[in-house]
């Protein structure tokens, strides 16, 4: 992997690496990403480049279909078809530094298809930030620009065709456990139940081999956004763009995001959690 990766801080405790320009093969969706991201008490909960999804990397933004061009990485699905690999990995790319501090970053990019052409434009900006004494918080925030000659298209292997929820695409973070993780809302639970969902939150309590319990919440569904959630499969939480229709970009407008993850030590209940949630302010 090229360059140094940035890395947040909350205190003096490192939370998070940021890989800005990883040296992957185009067929893995190279783009920037967070890993390994640390609760404070230094339990890994990212995986990255795992061997059953090589393409997933930490914490990252991503989408299969941006107008045609695989952003994600792997194979792509085609309708009637079903998944094959195909020439048209596209590549999301760091173009520019705009801050970085101790617990900030923010960074220009480019989305960008296999010949080179920009798809989007975005502004980024990441920050880590202490809630309390057993967990942390990361902010992403993201604005996507289309060309102001044409609307960009963001679709999935849902709105492709493919059955069974597979609506991902958009903020998604490969989660590392050891066993299959438990997944709720504050009036649901397991995968099947919460996958497609409009919860405010979702929370996803995971434990690593050698003892690290954790807990991290996601927030920050737009509108049209649901979540995506694997625990079966592998534990992967994402908030998807188009998990069951095509999201637009409208030609010289934007997308914005918003999304909090709170990172948690130990397993929280649902209470816990609710209380967690309430200190953001």
Known sequence: ???????????????AEYVLDPALDARHGPRPYL??????????????????????LGASLAVQDVDGSNLWGGRTYVRDVG????????????????????????????????AGGVLLSERRWLAASVVAPYAWRLDVESVLVAPDDREIRLGSPATNGRPGGAGYGGFFWRAAADGEPAVFTADAAGEETVNGSAAPWLALTGVRSGGGAYTLVFAGLGRDDRWFVRTGMYPGVCVA?????????????????GYRVWVADGTLDRDAVTALVALAP
């Open 35 to 56: 890993h390994p991201v640390r609760t404070l008490g230094g339990t890994v909960v990212t995986d990255a480049l795992p061997a059953d999804h090589v393409w997933h």
């Open 1 to 15: 992997m090229s360059g140094e990766p940035v890395r947040l801080t909350v205190g003096a405790t490192e939370v």
């Open 83 to 114: 998944y094959t690999w195909r020439d048209d990995h596209g590549v999301i790319a760091h173009t520019g530094e705009v801050e970085r501090s101790p617990g900030r970053y923010a960074h220009d990019l480019q989305w960008r298809d296999r």
């Open 241 to 257: 763009f188009a998990f069951d229709r095509p999201a637009v970009v409208p030609a010289g407008g934007s997308r914005h995001g």
